[in-house]
Nanobody, 118 residues
């Protein structure tokens, strides 16, 4: 059974940093494109960052220069380093595994709450 488990969320002051982790029980993890999404109350879920199976990365314009996504294929884990956090980035952050290139089903984690507030 595919399982993604996020951790690292919490309360942080504006301007602070957090590191999110997503541990994946995925066969052939390195073949998946892995992404972080977020969903704020009353808003649609949006892509924050993605790291592909070939090693490229993509970021939402709003987080470029502040967030860094990385993966450790040996540990089946993807990370999101978030710096200079803003109150409007308060949301539930979700990990996603996209195997559509190979016809595999998407997988989602349960989400981790990030609250940016003083």
């Amino acid at each position: 059974q595919v399982q993604l488990v996020e951790s690292g969320g919490g309360l942080v002051q504006p301007g602070g940093s957090l590191i999110l982790s997503c541990a994946a029980s995925l066969y052939m993890f390195s073949y998946y494109d892995m992404g972080w999404y977020r969903q704020a109350p009353g808003k649609q879920r949006e892509l924050v960052a993605q790291t592909t199976r070939v090693g490229s990365t993509h970021y939402a314009d709003s987080v470029k220069g502040r967030f860094t996504i990385s993966r450790d294929n040996a540990k089946n884990t993807v990370y999101l380093q978030m710096n200079i956090l803003k109150p409007e980035e308060t949301a539930v952050y979700y990990c996603n595994a996209d195997g559509s290139t190979y016809g595999w089903k998407d997988a989602w984690g349960q989400g981790t709450q990030v609250t940016v507030s003083s």
